[in-house]
């Protein structure tokens, strides 16, 4: 148990819809990470927060946007959903941040139909 | 920009045996840092090694080895003793050196240890 909790485990939805995926990082990390992972395009880095501020922004589209709360805890918005957004979503944490992603959650599979 | 590849899609090694996975990158950074990651069948990502770049060691644990060669820009992991729990996807990863860098996944290699 890595200690990274996703919600939900699996999302099925239409297109032009809007999600929020969620994560709470494990105890006592201050970053968290997010990536989405297509069968096409293997595992592509989309942003980063420490302790509740963008700290580095990867291969994110505009109509997805992140944030990182206060309880540190973050949440992924998908929006104007797309066949090609169905993925798998990792939220990852560490300590500091600027380190390597540490621990990863089991992922949210998004299915968009 | 980083690039990170795998130029092996899949490998079978049998249980107890030795396997070798590919990886190059390519920098003109000085001051990086290098990865592995296993993800298994249940999808979960785990951090296997982690090795810097100004270190000219290469990093082990347990079974797991790398060969690091900069100047050519390699990284290969090693398996020993392999192990039926060691099936997964493994992927390479790249992170420059200057603090809150992202992380480059390669394409990955899908192993299967085969009892």
């Known amino acids: 148990d890595s200690g990274v909790t996703q919600t939900p485990k699996h999302l099925i939805t239409a297109t032009g819809q809007r999600v929020t995926l969620r994560c709470s990082p494990r105890s006592g990390d201050l970053s968290v990470y997010w990536y989405q992972q297509s069968l096409d395009q293997g595992l592509q880095f989309l942003i980063q927060y420490y302790n509740g501020e963008e700290r580095a922004k990867g291969n994110i589209l505009e109509r997805f946007s992140a944030q990182q709360f206060p309880d540190l805890h973050s949440e992924l918005n998908l929006s104007s959903l797309e066949l090609g957004d169905s993925a798998l979503y990792f939220c990852?944490?560490?300590?500091?941040?600027?380190?390597?992603?540490?621990?990863f959650g089991d992922g949210t599979r998004l299915s968009i139909l | 920009a980083q690039t990170v590849t795998q130029s092996q899609p899949e490998m079978s090694v049998q249980e107890a045996e030795t396997v070798t996975l590919s990886c190059t990158y390519d920098t003109s950074e000085s001051n990086y840092y290098l990865f592995w990651y296993k993800q298994p069948p249940s999808r979960q990502m785990i951090l296997v090694i982690r090795q810097e770049a100004y270190k000219q060691q290469n990093a082990t644990e347990n079974r797991f080895s790398v060969n690091f060669q900069k100047a050519a820009k390699s990284f290969s992991l090693k398996i020993s003793d392999s192990q039926l729990g060691d099936t997964a996807m493994y992927f390479c990863?790249?992170?420059?050196?200057?603090?809150?860098?992202?992380?480059?996944f390669g394409i990955g290699t899908k192993l299967q240890v085969i009892p």
């Open positions: 990863a790249f992170m420059g050196g200057g603090g809150y860098q992202k992380v480059t």
């Open positions: 990852a944490s560490s300590v500091t941040g600027g380190e390597q992603p540490q621990h």
